[in-house]
């Protein structure tokens, strides 16, 4: 039996009930537009379907506070850097209340002065630690799948889809500079087949019929993903996986004939130098190749974009978005370069440039905290302007819309993308709409604001919404 009576949760939102819209960043949003929430946290589901704990999932300010008046005696967070300040104040008040310990995870305290603040903290994926320190057995079968949702939607249709997540794998092999994944999960490892093929198997009931395949990388072990794909294709889903530009290259006909929707793709740049420069090894010319195949196919893409690599320049970056507006990108997640702790981009930086900006808040991918040689802060804020102008339009979206309704990510107008959508927010999966109600209720308030960071929250939300309790 485990030794504490165990609480865990993620940062209180503005909005409770989900994450923010996390795929896309417009600031301001167009007349028609695309949101994409967690309704699930997967850390926590992962942690709470394979373990004896309480988890506490996108809590607003009420909900956290509700979870307090009969205190745990331990209360476990799992944040992000941006996120410190909302834990630290979670910790407060779970220390006022009567909590004992209190505890951190995920990218939060992977941060060395943020980790000295808790009682204990814990790194990449926590199952066999958490296990350790509460003195409790994990499933012997092997680790269970949870059932986690996502939700897609529009601002102009009353419903959102839901999409059923997923992971077949944990870690990533490669090194680029400016990421911590690697060093933070450690090895890459697979989830096995039949943990897969539960999960699956209850999606399928549940009459979800699109996966959103959540990876580090899908297809870093080829044969596993190989015998992912077809239990993909047995099942007859339709498919979203993030992964690598040149792993899709190498997969594209194989997984398109099995059920491809669409991507989340680390496009990081179309500058080649930056790039090579941050030890990313893909062609510039691999990732509008593939862009061009998956706009032939109709297919939804989602890209993770950077700005302010050392070599860039403000002319370099405006070519740059001009060139990716080009090209069929539906969702575009604008990222300024962030020198995160315990990357090798961070050693770099601090060594050559400097670090000016210790806010932690400012980690978001959203500021420039670093002496960037060719670009100041205000250029840093013009360009994300710029790129959100040219990459975000009522009318990106509406194409977004006819892949999923007309194309039904089909070379051809094809019936499968209506009878997918209808499915999707009717029939059995009504039942999920309905236990899910609150949830998909804030995923579209967030997609009447558009992204916004944690700072910036009180502007997206009501500042009693977003504050943790009154100042």
């Known amino acids: 039996m485990p030794r504490h009576k165990l609480l865990l949760a993620s940062p209180v939102q503005p909005i409770g009930g989900c994450s923010p819209n996390v795929y896309g960043w417009d600031k301001r949003p167009a007349h028609v537009r695309i949101a994409m929430s967690f309704l699930s946290h997967p850390g926590l589901a992962f942690l709470g379907a394979n ?37 630290l104040r979670m910790m407060d008040d779970a220390r006022r209340a009567g909590v004992k310990e209190v505890w951190a995870g995920n990218y939060g305290a992977y941060t060395p002065e943020v980790a000295a603040r808790f009682d204990r903290t814990f790194t990449g994926w926590g199952e066999r630690q958490l296990a350790s320190a509460i003195g409790a057995e994990l499933p012997v079968s092997g ?20 999409s059923g997540l997923l992971f077949t794998s944990r870690g990533c092999p490669w090194t680029c500079s400016f990421c911590q994944t690697p060093q933070f999960y450690g090895k890459p490892q697979e989830i096995s087949l039949e943990a897969i093929d539960r999960v699956l198997w209850t999606y399928k009931s549940r009459g979800v019929r699109g996966i959103n395949i959540l990876d580090e990388n899908f297809g870093t072990f ?18 979203i996986a993030l992964t690598r530009v040149d792993t899709l290259l190498k997969s594209f006909d194989r997984w398109a004939s099995k059920g491809l929707f669409g991507a989340h793709l680390g496009v990081e740049s179309l500058n080649q130098s930056s790039l090579s420069g941050a030890g990313k090894r893909i062609q510039q010319n691999d990732s509008v190749k593939l862009l061009h195949s998956m706009s032939r196919h109709h297919m939804f893409v989602q890209a993770f974009y950077i700005l302010g690599f050392e070599q860039d320049t403000t002319s370099s970056i405006r070519a740059d978005v001009d060139m990716l507006a080009t090209l069929d990108v539906d969702l575009v997640q604008v990222q300024v370069l962030t020198p995160y702790p315990q990357t090798r981009e961070r050693e770099t930086i601090a060594r050559q440039f400097g670090i000016h900006d210790q806010e932690l808040t400012h980690y978001n991918s959203r500021h420039l905290v670093w002496n960037h040689p060719n ?7 013009e360009l994300q302007r710029y790129a959100n102008t040219k990459l975000a339009s009522s009318r990106r979206a509406l194409r977004t819309l006819a892949k999923f309704a007309v194309f039904g990510g089909q070379p051809q107008v094809s019936t499968r993308g209506l009878s997918l959508v209808a499915a999707t927010v009717g029939g059995k999966a009504s039942a999920l709409h309905r236990r899910y109600s609150a949830s998909l209720a804030s995923a579209r308030s967030w997609s009447r604001v558009g992204w916004y960071s944690y700072e910036e929250g009180a502007s997206a939300a009501s500042a009693a919404e977003f504050a943790l309790r009154p100042q």
Request: aromatic letters at 10%; hydrophobic letters at 45%; one cysteine or more.
């Open 222 to 239: 080829r044969g596993h993903a190989d015998e992912v794909v077809d239990l993909l294709h047995r099942y007859r889903f339709r498919w």
């Open 375 to 381: 670009i100041s802060l205000t250029e840093m804020r």
């Open 51 to 87: 373990l004896p704990c309480d988890v506490l999932e996108y809590p607003d300010a009420c909900a956290f506070a509700e979870s307090l008046r009969d205190p745990p005696e331990v209360l476990g967070i799992s944040f992000y850097i941006n996120e410190t300040s909302i834990a």
């Open 143 to 162: 680790l269970v799948h949870p059932e986690m949702y996502g939700a897609i939607g529009t601002n102009v249709f009353p419903r959102m889809m839901l």
